[in-house]
């Protein structure tokens, strides 16, 4: 499972390299590729496996949406979902009242408003992993 660390006073989110793959929809050895040549900076902590930093995997995700097939093949689609929605968190604009996450979940873009004080609780920044819950009533 993913891990967060402290910076300073941030909090950083790490993947390990399956949970990256899944995430961006590639396989493990596509990952490790992307890192030995410079596209993703594995970061090894020590005794651990090798991690990849959240926000340069938010980065990288939102590179993969633009040039997926699903994004080209169907560019004025709108995708529906039911339930609940893994991805990576790749921004978050705050005012006092009210905040915009977006997140990246394979080729969507999936977009929540919601209270400060709850995108605050919930830890939400770029490179987080989030899952969003779809409620429809059709």
Known sequence: M??????GGN???????SEAAALLG????TVRRWADTGRIALVTTG??????????????AQELAKDSALAQAFPASRASAR???TGIVTKV???RVMAQVEMQAGPFRIVSRMSTEAAEELGLEPGSLAVAS????T
């Open 11 to 17: 909090v950083v989110t790490q993947f390990k390299v």
């Open 83 to 85: 339930n609940r929605i």
């Open 93 to 95: 604009t705050k005012d």
């Open 2 to 7: 993913s891990k967060q660390r402290k910076n």
């Open 26 to 29: 590639v396989s493990d050895d």
């Open 134 to 137: 779809v409620k429809a009533t």
């Open 47 to 60: 005794t651990g496996p090798a991690v990849i930093d959240g926000a340069q995997l938010a980065t990288v």
